[in-house]
């Protein structure tokens, strides 16, 4: 039933980045092209900033997903409905805190931006951006968190990539008709409010949710623990624009904010490929299977291991000139910037091999033991991005950023190694060496092997990225084949068995539709 539903989540949550990929890249150029860098800049930057309540969420997903994986599992009602309870009411109180926050920012934010915008039209798009952020909070962050710790991510990924694609409709057709950027943010934030009345009524049905007033009241455990590593994390992820807020100006917010949401799209192509392994852990954990988790891991760490030698050497190759083609027409900023590319790629690197330790370490419910790592994290890249941005500018940020995720991908790995699974973390950095080799091989092969092929269309680059795509795949197979022979068998038997269970389950049910025809 696991890996079922890790299928089906997975399954989901690809089809969900497909159509999140499209509208991330079309809706930003077409605001830019229609309202301009500096209003671009303004939306990311104010979405950072409303961004920042999420730290009074004091961890609580975390801790809630991890107090629900051990009910779940036994299907105890009453206590699965007594840790929603809990844990909506404290996101209602997180409403009422963001609501006060919003209040400060309305009055406070547009005055360091007011050289650019009046009053007026910041605050207002403060506002509207803030609207989906509340009913999230208020109506549906509990049950989303159930429906995630129950492995049933797949139910908000398809809900979540129709709103997309609605949303994707009207933000399209209200731009394109001439209305203001106000009135586009209004209609997509009531898109996606649909999110949380959906699924706050389909859990409360599926699950036969009993009321607050009828279950025990519950305490969940290390929320002060989690609390720390939740703001730690948000300082830590939202660092970079608020600095280029205060410090620099709206269009090179605006020249960030491209290049990080490309680079968070490669990112979400290898999260959502291994999406829900973290409620998979959790499961195994609450029944003490602990030479499954370590079997999973092995597995996991060769996956994450080729997917980001091909996907992220591509990523670096390919950066640029498709910047060049995606802001053709573009002229209020400087948006080709090489060495910022390679700083984005290479943080989003080092984020995505930490993925398979730290979901291990949330799964367990291991907050108090590693908020130490978290708040290192937070502050040696603050430290570092003040020093570097006033030597290297934005790329300074970046490369603050990565020095940051670097330090505790380690202490992820280690604690794993040591605390969890007993195992040597010569393993994590034979895997990192070998994963470092294979990128080196792959970009020395490409400037060999394609110098002087131009990418000055989409067609054309498509050619490239199919060629480079290829190529890096074949040379990571051949070493990881060369130098992990066994785990890489390991892998393709695991896999094969899977599509066929998957093919028989297929053929079963036409099957059973058949007979029941005849009958």
Same mark, same amino acid.
């Given at each position: 039933?696991?890996?079922?539903?890790?299928?089906?989540?997975?399954?989901?949550?690809?089809?969900?980045?497909?159509?999140?990929?499209?509208?991330?890249?079309?809706?930003?150029?077409?605001?830019?092209?229609?309202?301009?860098?500096?209003?671009?800049?303004?939306?990311?930057?104010?979405?950072?900033?409303?961004?920042?309540?999420?730290?009074?969420?004091?961890?609580?997903?975390?801790?809630?997903?991890?107090?629900?994986?051990?009910?779940?599992?036994?299907?105890?009602?009453?206590?699965?409905?007594?840790?929603?309870?809990?844990?909506? !009411?404290?996101?209602?109180?997180?409403?009422?805190?963001?609501? *006060? /926050?919003? =209040?400060?920012? +309305? $009055? &406070? #934010?547009? @005055?360091?931006?007011?050289?650019?915008?009046?009053?007026?039209?910041?605050a207002s798009l403060i506002l509207v951006i803030s609207f989906s952020i509340f009913s999230e909070y208020f109506?549906?962050?509990?049950?989303?968190?159930?429906?995630?710790?129950?492995? !049933?991510?797949?139910?908000?990924?398809?809900?979540?990539?129709? *709103? /997309?694609? =609605?949303?994707? +409709? $009207? &933000? #399209?057709? @209200?731009?394109?008709?001439?209305?203001?950027?106000?009135?586009?943010?209004?209609?997509?934030?009531?898109?996606?409010?649909?999110?949380?009345?959906?699924?706050?009524?389909?859990?409360?049905?599926?699950?036969?949710?009993?009321?607050?007033?009828?279950?025990?009241?519950?305490?969940?455990?290390?929320?002060?623990?989690?609390?720390?590593?939740?703001?730690?994390?948000?300082?830590?992820?939202?660092?970079?624009?608020?600095?280029?807020?205060?410090?620099?100006?709206?269009?090179?917010?605006?020249?960030?904010?491209?290049?990080?949401?490309?680079?968070?799209?490669?990112?979400?192509?290898?999260?959502?490929?291994?999406?829900?392994?973290?409620?998979?852990?959790?499961?195994?954990?609450?029944?003490?299977?602990?030479?499954?988790?370590?079997?999973?891991?092995?597995?996991?760490?060769?996956?994450?291991?080729?997917?980001?030698?091909?996907?992220?050497?591509?990523?670096?190759?390919?950066?640029?000139?498709?910047?060049?083609?995606?802001?053709?027409?573009?002229?209020?900023?400087?948006?080709?910037?090489?060495?910022?590319?390679?700083?984005?790629?290479?943080?989003?690197?080092?984020?995505?091999?930490?993925?398979?330790?730290?979901?291990?370490?949330?799964?367990?419910?291991?907050?108090?033991?590693?908020?130490?790592?978290?708040?290192?994290?937070?502050?040696?890249?603050?430290?570092?991005?003040?020093?570097?941005?006033?030597?290297?500018?934005?790329?300074?940020?970046?490369?603050?950023?990565?020095?940051?995720?670097?330090?505790?991908?380690?202490?992820?790995?280690?604690?794993?190694?040591?605390?969890?699974?007993?195992?040597?973390?010569?393993?994590?950095?034979?895997?990192?060496?070998?994963?470092?080799?294979?990128?080196?091989?792959?970009?020395?092969?490409?400037?060999?092997?394609?110098?002087?092929?131009?990418?000055?269309?989409?067609?054309?680059?498509?050619?490239?990225?199919?060629?480079?795509?290829?190529?890096?795949?074949?040379?990571?197979?051949?070493?990881?084949?060369?130098?992990?022979?066994?785990?890489?068998?390991?892998?393709?038997?695991?896999?094969?068995?899977?599509?066929?269970?998957?093919?028989?389950?297929?053929?079963?049910?036409?099957?059973?539709?058949?007979?029941?025809?005849?009958?």
């Open positions: 039933m696991r890996t079922k539903k890790y299928f089906y989540n997975s399954l989901t949550s690809v089809l969900l980045y497909i159509v999140t990929l499209g509208c991330g890249l079309i809706i930003p150029r077409l605001i830019i092209r229609t309202y301009g860098s500096a209003t671009n800049g303004l939306i990311s930057s104010i979405g950072q900033f409303l961004g920042y309540i999420a730290i009074a969420q004091a961890g609580m997903g975390a801790v809630s997903r991890a107090a629900l994986y051990k009910p779940l599992s036994e299907k105890n009602t009453e206590a699965i409905s007594s840790i929603v309870a809990s844990t909506e !009411s404290f996101f209602r109180k997180i409403s009422i805190a963001f609501l *006060l /926050y919003l =209040l400060a920012l +309305v $009055v &406070v #934010y547009p @005055l360091f931006i007011n050289k650019d915008f009046d009053w007026l039209f910041t109506f549906g962050m509990a049950y989303a968190l159930l429906l995630q710790a129950d492995q !049933s991510l797949y139910i908000t990924n398809i809900l979540q990539t129709v *709103l /997309y694609a =609605l949303n994707f +409709v $009207v &933000v #399209y057709t @209200l731009i394109k008709q001439g209305f203001s950027i106000q009135i586009v943010k209004v209609a997509s934030a009531a898109v996606f409010c649909v999110r949380p009345v959906f699924i706050r009524y389909y859990v409360r049905k599926k699950y036969r949710i009993l009321p607050a007033d009828k279950v025990p009241k519950t305490e969940l455990k290390q929320k002060g623990a989690a609390f720390g590593q939740h703001m730690a994390y948000y300082l830590y992820f939202n660092t970079d624009i608020a600095l280029l807020t205060l410090f620099s100006t709206l269009s090179e917010v605006s020249v960030y904010s491209v290049y990080n949401s490309i680079a968070v799209i490669l990112q979400s192509v290898i999260t959502q490929i291994t999406a829900g392994i973290e409620p998979v852990y959790g499961d195994m954990i609450a029944k003490g299977e602990y030479e499954n988790i370590a079997a999973t891991l092995r597995k996991f760490e060769l996956i994450m291991a080729i997917l980001v030698s091909v996907i992220m050497t591509t990523a670096v190759i390919m950066f640029v000139p498709f910047v060049k083609l995606y802001m053709s027409g573009v002229s209020d900023a400087n948006y080709i910037r090489y060495s910022l590319a390679a700083a984005m790629v290479c943080t989003q690197l080092v984020y995505c091999i930490r993925l398979p330790y730290a979901w291990i370490v949330t799964a367990a419910g291991h907050f108090a033991q590693t908020q130490v790592a978290a708040y290192a994290e937070a502050a040696m890249n603050i430290v570092l991005s003040l020093v570097l941005m006033h030597f290297m500018g934005t790329v300074g940020l970046v490369i603050a950023t990565a020095a940051a995720t670097l330090m505790r991908t380690i202490y992820f790995a280690n604690y794993v190694s040591t605390k969890i699974l007993k195992r040597s973390l010569l393993l994590f950095f034979k895997r990192c060496l070998v994963t470092a080799g294979t990128i080196a091989v792959i970009l020395l092969m490409n400037n060999s092997l394609l110098p002087e092929m131009r990418a000055d269309s989409y067609y054309a680059w498509c050619v490239r990225a199919v060629l480079v795509f290829c190529g890096s795949t074949v040379i990571t197979v051949i070493i990881n084949f060369l130098l992990y022979r066994k785990d890489m068998m390991s892998l393709i038997k695991f896999l094969n068995h899977k599509i066929k269970q998957t093919a028989d389950r297929v053929k079963h049910r036409k099957e059973e539709n058949k007979v029941h025809d005849t009958v």
